[in-house]
């Protein structure tokens, strides 16, 4: 349904995006994830044909609508877009914002729409109410509604969230998720949040600098970062020092690791090994132990700190684990851990890191 090839976007001499692909099939959602000024934005307004490309393609259903020579309009597209300022018309109701777009069709035609859309997004019952009478969360609901009226072929939603709190946010994305779904409406969001990534997306896109580091499901970002700014940016973790036995397995301070895939390292390379909160299990009847240098109380979970590895040969290996909450801890107490690794991922130790 969507097809970026190659795609770069620059302003004056400055390219901000740099020859990015990617694939959505019709009814999938993608997320661009990455830092301000990674270029998140720039290519959301190339796919809405609001800035032009420098190179590559943008496609639609199968149909060049951007590329050297090609612009088409936003219109012509069939693009509906949800602004991170919801962009709502404050002397329309909201029955008149969502019909703004449907002018050229019958008004009972168009208050039908409107009437399904507003039940679609929950709102039913409000169309007579003004902007201003609505909560944030109502009010990008009938952003939502209002981009979908004109059934667009494909939806693009520019940090829809970011004016929102954090419990709001995670619950408009579950449910925006499913209206998606419901209609089977393919779709682009930018954000810088993870964790709305995590609730909206089939696949992830995470961009630095302007290039894209990786695309991928949701799991794969998590468990299988293609590079070090990947697995920083995804979750938590920490890496620890390894030295490959073969090329596929790695010895560290918390013992040996293995997985059945070349793991790309021969016998001898020195690594980093990722260690995810979530590999690392509290269990007082371990041998292996470990030192609590910090913890954060997080409701159902305590995040623990912990130093690893050999303390008399002045080992500073730090990770950190996901206990239950209702296990106490002191700082500077030793507690026993068991290491649960199921996907490994190493990186080459670099000079400045060894
Ligand atoms: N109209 C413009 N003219 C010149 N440079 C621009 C323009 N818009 C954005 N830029 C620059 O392009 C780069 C990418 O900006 P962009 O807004 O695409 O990033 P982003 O990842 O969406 O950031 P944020 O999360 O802060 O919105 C930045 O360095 C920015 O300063």
Not at 9 to 19: G, H, I, R, W
Not at 136 to 162: C, I, K, T, W, Y
Request: hydrophobic share 40%.
């Amino acid at each position: 349904m969507l097809q970026l090839q190659q795609v770069s976007v620059a302003y004056q001499s400055s390219q901000v995006v740099k020859a990015i692909s990617f694939t959505l099939q019709a009814g999938e959602i993608g997320c661009l994830v990455g830092p301000s000024g990674s270029g998140k934005t720039s290519l959301l307004r190339a796919i809405a044909g609001f800035e032009p490309v420098s190179q590559g393609q943008v496609l639609v259903a199968g149909e060049v609508v951007s590329a050297l020579g090609v612009q088409q309009n936003p219109e012509q597209r069939q693009i509906g877009v949800v602004f991170q300022d919801y962009a709502l018309f404050p002397h329309l109701t909201v029955g008149d914002n969502i019909c703004f777009g449907l002018w050229r069709q019958p008004k009972a035609q168009q208050q039908q729409k409107m009437q399904q859309l507003l039940q679609l997004v929950g709102l039913s019952g409000m169309a007579g109410r003004y902007i201003h009478q609505l909560s944030g969360g109502q009010q990008q609901r009938v952003a939502l509604a209002r981009a979908l009226a004109p059934e667009p072929r494909l939806l693009l939603l520019d940090e829809p969230f970011s004016g929102l709190d954090a419990d709001l946010r995670d619950s408009l994305a579950r449910d925006i998720r499913g209206i998606l779904k419901q209609l089977n409406i393919t779709a682009v969001m930018v954000t810088h949040d993870q964790h709305e990534a995590f609730a909206m997306a089939d696949w992830i896109g995470v961009m630095a600098h302007g290039s894209l580091q990786q695309w991928g499901t949701p799991y794969q970002l998590y468990h299988q970062p293609a590079n070090r700014f990947v697995a920083d940016f995804i979750g938590q973790g920490d890496l620890i020092r390894g030295d490959m036995l073969d090329g596929f397995q790695v010895k560290t301070c918390l013992g040996v690791f293995q997985q059945p895939q070349h793991t790309g390292f021969d016998a001898g390379c020195a690594v980093d090994v990722l260690v995810r909160p979530d590999d690392i299990l509290h269990d007082d009847a371990s041998p292996l132990r470990a030192k609590v240098l910090s913890r954060a109380f997080r409701g159902a979970h305590m995040l623990y700190q912990l130093q690893v590895g050999d303390f008399a040969q002045g080992s500073n290996e730090q990770i950190s684990c996901l206990a239950p909450s209702h296990h106490q801890h002191q700082l500077g107490e030793m507690i026993g851990i068991r290491v649960q690794i199921d996907d490994l991922v190493c990186f080459a130790r670099t000079v400045n890191q060894a």
